[in-house]
């Protein structure tokens, strides 16, 4: 099994109910537009916290849900992603690309001064497999284009 941290709860056609640590649960919403399909986390705590909770997020959606296409608001994301001196993102999205996934992280960066931040965030969004929007629907909009 690729991973013992995380257990199903129930699974449907629709959505897929998750414990990733002992106190966080996570569902994902199918969604299709354009024939594409992307998992929307729906969680009330941060679910991606290190490399590895990512890579258990991607498998799970790609095994649960059949895509590899993630729709996450950025407040489901531990807060060192953001400081790009961390290494956390780099890790993190290194992930999603070794393993063919692709991320739209939405949300509020208006709060973040960092002009490295700003030009990442900037490159990504030319790209085909990293976003960041405001909103949820923009959010799918780009993983479905």
Do not use: H
């Amino acid at each position: 099994m690729w991973s013992s941290r995380i257990r199903k709860r129930q699974s449907t056609e629709t959505a897929t109910n998750l414990d990733l640590e002992a106190n966080t649960t996570v569902e994902f919403k199918k969604t299709e537009k354009n024939g594409i399909v992307c998992a929307v986390v729906v969680a009330d705590t941060p679910v991606i916290t290190d490399a590895q909770t990512a890579l258990d997020l991607l498998m799970t959606a790609k095994y649960d849900i059949g895509t590899k296409n993630i729709v996450i608001d950025k407040k489901l994301i531990a807060e060192d992603f953001f400081i790009l001196s961390t290494g956390l993102a780099g890790e993190i999205l290194q992930k999603f690309i070794n393993y063919g996934g692709r991320i739209a992280i939405y949300g509020d960066y208006s709060r973040y001064t960092s002009k490295p931040l700003k030009d990442f965030i900037y490159e990504s969004n030319k790209g085909k497999d990293v976003f960041f929007v405001s909103t949820e629907e923009e959010a799918i909009d780009m993983m479905t284009r």
